[in-house]
């Protein structure tokens, strides 16, 4: 299943701003990006 960032920092309860920055550090796995969208998957 996939996941937008907003369903991700919804369900985390932290910003969206945060999502990205976790993930320009490289603490995300399983990030892959779509016309420049980040899209997120189990």
Do not use: C, H, Q
Request: aromatic share 10%.
């Amino acid at each position: 299943m996939s996941y937008s960032i907003k369903e991700i920092a919804d369900r985390m309860k932290v910003t969206t701003a945060t999502i990205r920055y976790w993930d320009s550090e490289g603490l995300l796995p399983n990030v892959k990006r779509v016309n420049g969208i980040r899209v997120f998957e189990d």
